[in-house]
């Protein structure tokens, strides 16, 4: 068995950040499904505020898991929470037409739950078959292939309005001024959930990589997730404009830059905290003859 | 090398546990799979299982240093297990994708040359920028004798490290194991598209052209992420630094072909399940 390192005392317990973000993010997801009742898809960002939660639970859970020597280093965490995640949120936004529940709104719950199992099959295995022995790796891998469900989901009703497979798959373009159903641009069919996938994967994995080291402190460090989740935001927000109404893409992209700022200006003050000596540099001035 | 620096472990060998809970979930996997949809589905989830024991198996062909060999301190490549292997294997699947088209053979062949091509890039400039950069021969420290090509290792070693550079069967191993992921991966990726091109538009009541695009789109995405499942597990198994097949981790790789099987089959179900129903 290894040791746990812990890497750095006090803060949130990870049980409350797990809570926050599940809970959080789901309401969110669900809160999406609001733009069905709207005559635009003004409820849009909600999906980004989901992945924005989800990254940061995420991130604490990565912390909790790479206290422990892994040996392949942080990245590759991120990693098999969005490969495993993308099959389970394709699977759960298909649930509703599969023909058991017909309503939509199994669809969020829907994927956490395919999500969370699908984890604990790969804890289990990376746990008992690869024999790694680290006690929270079950949990922390169903936990991170939740994560990696949600963030897809998250960002997904965020460029496109909806988290139903058939709104995914449904594209038109205009010729001649008659509108056509052409799938080639509809969000799959376009493959912008590899521009997601990425996203998010570099968003998960990201934060406790950069901040790790002797003086890592679990608000900085969650902050900095929080902060690559807006910038994911603003990402899918610009990506919005081709899916969903103008309006609706602008207000997607203002909130967006909104808390990027809002989380940026907060981790720089963390930062600043952190550092034995903050220095405001000058440049070097030539000396007057 | 952990990234805390802790001691990286595990135990050896696998759990009798594990084994059989492993084998309880193949099976109840391929059977669930029969029981839903016997014939074409049920080929294409074996044989993406196939695909996905290539990419374990690769894996561990490929030679990583880490952080180590950035300092020159270890043979390989200064990167993590993952990152490589992702490289390699979806260099690999983009060219079986962009080959799909002209055939099942093409295709996978197309897969395994452009995996192979990616690793033996990524090898050369490694030792370019060993020899040429940092000053150091190639030397392993994990064998006396280079098993291809005979020569000795011991005089060009520096004191207190591992080894250094990346000795010629590293980097035969490392074109190994891109052409085997690049394989598997695409393997993954054409099984897939098939199921989907097929079962897609029954269940969305659409015509063939138009699922196409999106055939394309979640076959890709997909095979991504089963690549990225099944290079993980076998970074996993690996923790750490490999040189490659002469490495005496490289025996540890039956537990991770054993994992990727399971991973696979479970991945592949609920992939093949969400075209079928």
């Known amino acids: 068995m290894t040791v746990a390192i812990t890497a750095s005392e006090g803060g949130m317990p990870h049980n409350k950040a797990l809570a926050i973000g599940l809970i959080g993010a789901i309401i969110c997801l669900y809160l999406t499904y609001v733009n069905a009742y709207l005559p635009q898809p003004l409820f849009s960002f909600f999906g980004g505020l989901a992945a924005v939660l989800a990254l940061w639970w995420g991130t604490d859970t990565v912390k909790h898991l790479c206290s422990y020597g892994l040996g392949t280093g942080v990245p590759s965490a991120g990693m098999i929470a969005l490969g495993s995640g993308v099959i389970a949120m394709l699977l759960g936004s298909k649930l509703s037409a599969m023909g058991f529940i017909s309503t939509p709104l199994i669809i969020p719950i829907g994927t956490v739950i395919i999500a969370a199992i699908l984890g604990i099959i790969i804890g289990f295995i990376s746990d008992k078959i690869v024999n790694m022995n680290i006690p929270v790796l079950m949990v922390s891998l169903a936990e991170l292939c939740m994560v990696g469900a949600i963030i897809i989901m998250g960002l997904t009703a965020m460029a496109t309005g909806s988290f139903v497979f058939a709104d995914l798959v449904s594209g038109s373009t205009t010729f001649f001024g008659i509108v056509m159903l052409d799938t080639t641009s509809s969000y799959l069919g376009g493959c912008v959930i590899a521009v997601v996938f990425m996203l998010g994967a570099l968003g998960v994995q990201h934060a406790f990589n950069a901040c790790l080291g002797p003086n890592e402190s679990q608000d900085r460090t969650l902050m900095l997730a929080a902060e690559c989740g807006f910038l994911s935001m603003i990402t899918v927000s610009i990506i919005s404009f081709a899916f969903v109404s103008f309006l609706s893409a602008i207000l997607s992209f203002i909130i967006s830059v909104i808390g990027w700022v809002y989380t940026y200006r907060k981790y720089f003050e963390l930062s600043k905290r952190d550092a034995f000596m903050w220095l405001d540099a000058k440049p070097i001035r030539e000396k007057e003859a | ?277």
């Open chain 2, 1 to 277: 090398m952990s990234a805390l620096g802790g001691g990286s472990g595990g135990g050896e060998g696998m759990t009798p546990v594990g084994i059989v809970v492993g084998i309880i979930l193949l099976i109840a996997a391929l059977a669930a799979m029969y029981v839903i949809s016997p014939g074409f589905a049920f080929t294409s989830l074996v044989l993406v299982i196939v695909g996905g024991l290539l990419i374990g198996f690769g894996v561990h062909f490929v030679p990583v240093g880490g952080a180590p060999a950035a300092m020159g301190q270890s043979p390989g490549i200064a990167t993590g297990v993952t990152m490589l292997a992702a490289g390699a294997g979806l260099a690999g699947l983009f060219g079986g994708a962009w080959a799909a088209e002209l055939g099942f053979g093409v295709a996978l062949a197309g897969g395994a040359i452009g995996g192979g091509l990616m690793m033996a890039v990524t090898c050369l400039m490694v030792n370019v920028v060993y020899v040429w950069g940092m000053g150091v021969p190639a030397a392993s420290g994990k064998v006396a004798k280079d098993p291809i090509t005979g020569d000795t290792f011991e005089a060009y070693k520096s004191q207190g490290t591992e080894g250094h550079g990346l000795p010629f069967i590293s980097y035969v191993g490392g074109v190994i194991g891109g052409c085997l992921g690049g394989l598997g991966g695409t393997l993954i990726y054409v099984e897939l598209l098939g199921v989907y091109e097929e079962f897609l538009p029954i269940s969305m009541g659409a015509s063939a052209e138009a699922v196409l695009p999106i055939a394309v789109g979640i076959a890709g995405i997909i095979a991504v992420g089963m690549f990225l499942v099944n290079a993980v597990i076998a970074a996993y198994n690996i923790t750490g630094t490999i040189e490659g097949p002469h490495d005496p981790k490289f025996k540890r790789f039956p537990r991770a072909i054993m994992g990727c099987a399971v991973a696979s089959a479970i991945c592949g179900l609920l992939a093949i399940i969400m075209a079928v129903m």
